[in-house]
């Protein structure tokens, strides 16, 4: 018989064995370049989807760093409202290349953008990098400059301080500001704040190259701020809620998620340090039979959340991942307030020992 | 003339003793409730002769509610019938969280005094994070608010409790108190969660129409905090203070 590169080939190279045969227990995930750790300090960020992975990862006993607590004196759920605790900064989704390529560079005092703050009706202050971050804006601009501040020290330090990077590129649409490009996560002009000018705000879809070349930039930042950093990129399977290209929203969803697809896969065969995990392919490829998204067809079910993980910890992870909350230290912090409340009570207590009779 | 004794025994005794120590106080009297600092009320009025009757809670299990916490205790009702009603009910929950400086120092804007000092170093809440926060730890005082309210109606006056102090030394020459290894929190924090609190207690009020009494002025410094003479311990005014309360509230007899 004839030999060809086919012949003897892996069963993972072969659709037959490796998919049509494993139905839904198809696993893509082949050879992943490193480990994470249990010790390894994880910063995720991107877009939607990469929640899923933040949320998990910090569930089952990994390091899953936050830079910006939430300080104990607010209540959990006022925490969650105000977005602690989402990504390893209060960035908010991030969307494109381009928008974490201009993170960093803002963070760092080398891009500050023209369009620096929106206002609301009521006279509050939105970030248009991070619209979303506070419920109702900033109510003065003094807090809003120091929050930002502080914002930035935690993206520092949290660039200079992960032994792995996980990054979800979710979309190639963006709307850029004319003057100096910066890429806003949200069309200004929407719900979540600032005036639409066509004057000023275009349109950019960006290609296999702006996505490269983006994502470049940022890996030699990083890098020279993190030489050790590990970076591992996913492709987000969740479609576009629109398009602003004249176009079907699912032909205009193939393309940004082909151009983020390729993107990946040159970037990883380029850089060292650098892996791809296909939570895009696990969720929308024929093997799910769309059986992992909502009934919207867009939204992934908590059971895809579950597959990925479920191979994330299998193939990129020390352990398995089954539910383990991370040690659990306790710090001068803990229970502070309890304390606090303990000394206000006994304060309270206090005045039934005073009679009054004097006033020394 | 006014009584302020408590019982140290469960909760039906309370309500009794509280009743029949209010039984030698004249029926029309005006009737103070609140918590500890009702109890800086009734030690003025008690040192002025100002007929005023009380209750002031933090004693019991669920004060100052009935067994079955769907009401106020019958005791507390029945001197509620008649006759102006001052409120100062509220433990002091900025106090709470604010007097004592965490190990991971906090400060926050002020919108309504966004000039108030930043603490160097700390770091900076969202101000409406911070005000949702106290609003939902004093939810319990607004809801003994509430139902003071149902009871007498046009007939409450709600009173602030008194600024912080601003002197840390003046605060920490309490010796009776533990504070451990944490510091006093800086004067311009305490005072802005005092703010919030006085803040969200002016809305309340406001919604319902119920009249409120700010911290008389002869006891506050020019920049808003209490002055040091008038401190009874970290956290409360004493009997000198509680006597501008009482002309204010001659005002509503």
């Known amino acids: ?360 | 003339m006014a009584t302020r004794q408590l019982p140290s025994a469960g909760h039906d005794t309370w309500g009794d003793e509280m009743g029949s120590t209010n039984a030698s106080v004249p029926a029309d009297a005006p009737v103070i409730v609140g918590n500890s600092h009702a109890e800086v009320i009734l030690a003025s009025a008690a040192r002025e002769g100002f007929p005023l009757r009380g209750w002031a809670f933090g004693r019991g299990p669920q004060p100052p509610w009935s067994e079955d916490g769907t009401e106020l205790h019958h005791a507390v009702q029945e001197n509620l019938q008649t006759g102006r009603v001052f409120s100062i009910v509220g433990r002091s929950h900025h106090e709470e969280r604010g007097l004592l400086q965490h190990p991971v120092p906090f400060d926050f804007v002020l919108p309504e005094a966004p000039d108030l000092p930043l603490t160097p170093g700390a770091q900076i809440l969202p101000y409406e994070a911070v005000r949702e926060t106290l609003l939902k730890i004093m939810t319990f005082d607004f809801q003994i608010m509430s139902a003071v309210w149902d009871l007498a109606g046009d007939r409450m006056v709600h009173i602030l409790t008194q600024p912080p102090l601003k002197n840390l030394e003046a605060i920490e020459k309490f010796p009776a108190w533990d504070y451990g290894d944490a510091a006093i929190s800086p004067a311009h924090l305490r005072l802005k969660l005092y703010r919030i609190y006085a803040s969200a207690t002016r809305q309340w009020c406001a919604k319902r129409g119920v009249p409120v009494i700010d911290p008389p002025f002869e006891g506050l410094t020019d920049d808003g905090f209490l002055r040091d003479e008038y401190l009874s311990n970290a956290t409360h005014a004493n009997v000198d203070y509680g006597v501008f309360w009482l002309r204010r509230m001659e005002q509503w007899l």
């Open chain 1, 1 to 360: 018989m004839a030999v060809n590169p086919y012949h003897g080939a892996s069963p993972h190279r072969l659709w037959r064995r490796a998919v049509s045969i494993q139905g839904a227990e198809t696993d893509p995930v082949h050879a992943f370049p490193f480990t994470v750790s249990t010790t390894d300090a994880v910063v995720t960020a991107g877009s939607c989807f990469a929640q899923h992975i933040s949320r998990r990862l910090a569930a089952s006993g990994y390091k899953f760093l936050i830079t910006e607590a939430a300080h104990p004196f607010l209540e959990p759920d006022t925490a969650a409202a105000f977005n602690y605790g989402r990504f390893t900064a209060r960035y908010g989704n991030i969307y494109t290349a381009r928008q974490l390529l201009q993170l960093f560079h803002r963070a760092y005092g080398t891009f500050t953008p023209v369009e620096d703050a929106w206002r609301t009706d009521t006279g509050a202050w939105i970030d248009p990098f991070r619209p979303q971050i506070q419920p109702g804006g900033f109510p003065t601009e003094a807090e809003y400059r120091a929050d930002r501040e502080q914002h930035f020290a935690a993206v520092r330090t949290a660039f200079e301080t992960a032994d792995v990077f996980i990054f979800t590129l979710g979309l190639t649409e963006c709307w850029e500001h004319a003057v100096d490009g910066a890429a806003f996560p949200i069309c200004p002009g929407t719900s979540a704040g600032g005036v639409f000018d066509p004057e000023v705000h275009r349109f950019a879809n960006h290609s296999v190259s702006d996505v490269i070349e983006d994502m470049e930039a940022f890996f030699g930042a990083l890098r020279a701020m993190n030489p050790q950093v590990r970076v591992i990129l996913t492709v987000s399977p969740v479609p576009l809620v629109a398009t602003a290209r004249d176009a079907h929203v699912l032909v205009a969803t193939t393309y940004s998620k082909s151009v983020l697809r390729v993107a990946a896969e040159t970037l990883v065969s380029r850089h060292e340090k650098t892996g791809y995990f296909p939570s895009y392919e696990i969720i929308t490829g024929p093997q799910s039979r769309g059986g992992y998204f909502e009934d919207d067809l867009r939204d992934v079910r908590a059971e895809g959340v579950d597959r990925v993980m479920s191979l994330f910890f299998q193939h990129v992870c020390e352990t398995s991942g089954e539910s383990q909350p991370a040690e659990q230290r306790a710090t001068a912090s803990d229970d502070f307030f309890e304390r606090a409340k303990s000394l206000n009570d006994a304060l309270c207590d206090e005045l039934l020992l005073d009679d009054g009779s004097s006033a020394d």
